[in-house]
């Protein structure tokens, strides 16, 4: 499996509930890299690209006007196959459907205050990456357990 990099943010409602730290736990025991870290309350322009894709749907300004109702903490992980496992880990967009064990399984309310997003694909990662990062704000480091892996 291939070296990823994918977008994930913890939404207003996960940030102002405290979850911040139990989330960035579970990917970090799941084995990926913090490559990119950063809190802030997106602009309306940045919650409008971001959610460009579903600007003709009648929730469109809703997604826009929570999104930016307070600060979200955005992040770049790392990792081989790290856009499908970080889905898995998040969980389905509603949490009713959201299995236990998973991010929004465990901490979501309802489909409008589900906590946390992820990236759906590589070129929704690439994109979202370089919405909310600068190419400076990601760091490229080699954890020092690199030299336990054994490669199959």
């Not at 409008?48 to 600060?71: A, C, M, N, Q, W």
């Amino acid at each position: 499996m291939a070296t990823e990099i994918t977008f994930v943010a913890i939404k207003p409602d996960g940030v102002q509930r405290g979850l911040v730290g139990e989330i960035l736990s579970r990917f970090e025991r799941k084995g990926f890299k913090l490559v990119g870290l950063k809190q802030l309350t997106p602009t309306k322009e940045l919650a409008e690209k971001h959610y460009g894709v579903h600007r003709e749907r009648p929730f469109f300004d809703g997604l826009v006007e929570f999104i930016t109702s307070g600060p979200v903490v955005a992040m770049a992980w790392e990792g081989d196959g790290v856009i499908a496992s970080a889905r898995k880990l998040i969980g389905a967009t509603k949490p009713l459907e959201a299995d236990p064990g998973t991010i929004r399984g465990d901490l979501a309310i309802n489909i409008g205050r589900n906590v946390i997003h992820g990236s759906d694909g590589p070129q929704t990662a690439q994109f979202e990456l370089g919405l909310w990062f600068q190419p400076s704000e990601l760091n490229q480091w080699d954890p020092s357990d690199q030299i336990w892996r054994v490669e199959p």
